[in-house]
């Protein structure tokens, strides 16, 4: 079936190192995703958003790269710092149909 | 920042009773949505409500479940008749339109005895 999903449920990186987050879906008409963060015993937060008119975008600190022809896309946080500690999804918002989350990534920062 | 507020924090509640998880969306976001997130696992959509109706559900959200804009800011999620399995966080979310993204509350974690 149709899914969402992150290659690690884990990953660990020094502070100060760059992260590389990434995931894959399946439904190829998906044109539409956002990355989210979720801190311990918070709700899920919007960090960026792509559209498949883009293969890149970028924030503060943070770049979502889209590759369309292998469906994947990927979050990247420059100069990774103990504030970004957190669980990161991934989730599909194409055509209007409720978010579709990944299992999410927790993310650990190591001073 | 305007955010979405959820109360309770924490509900504990003997299995087969009724609850209701009340959420206040972002003043002028007109889609409102519940999620609920068992411990480990994903977040999962249960409902979509806009116009005053849901737009659309999951296989979740049976006739256990309801939901009310009960006033012009209150966006609440009840239970009928609680089951173990329902223990979860349980979040709101709302957004301006539905191909916006959604903005979510901190949860309340719901625990079934």
């Known amino acids: 079936g149709e899914s969402v999903g992150l290659h690690l449920p884990t990953l660990s990186v020094q502070e100060g190192d760059n992260s590389i987050i990434n995931c894959a879906y399946s439904?190829?008409?998906?044109?539409?995703f956002i990355w989210y963060k979720q801190e311990s015993g918070k709700g899920p937060q919007f960090i960026i958003d792509i559209r498949s008119n883009m293969d890149k975008r970028q924030g503060q600190r943070v770049t979502v790269l889209l590759n369309k022809t292998v469906k994947h896309l990927s979050l990247q946080i420059a100069a990774t710092q103990p504030g970004d500690s957190a669980v990161y999804f991934c989730?599909?918002?194409?055509?209007?149909?409720?978010?579709?989350f990944g299992k999410g990534t927790r993310l650990s920062v190591i001073a | 920042e305007p955010e979405v507020t959820q109360t309770p924090s924490h509900q504990v509640t003997q299995m087969g009773q009724e609850v209701i998880l009340r959420c206040v969306p972002i003043s002028n976001h007109l889609y409102f949505y519940w999620y609920r997130q068992i411990l480990g696992q994903k977040v999962e959509f249960l409902v979509s409500?806009?116009?005053?109706?849901?737009?659309?559900k999951s296989e979740i959200f049976d006739d256990q479940f309801s939901v009310e804009r009960p006033d012009g800011s209150n966006f609440t999620l009840k239970i009928r008749s609680t089951k173990l399995e329902d223990s979860a966080m349980y979040f709101c979310a709302s957004s301006v339109q539905g191909s916006q993204p959604q903005h979510f509350g901190d949860g309340t974690r719901l625990s079934i005895l």
């Open positions: 409500f806009y116009n005053n109706e849901i737009s659309e």
């Open positions: 989730a599909d918002l194409s055509g209007n149909t409720p978010l579709v």
């Open positions: 439904n190829s008409a998906s044109d539409y």
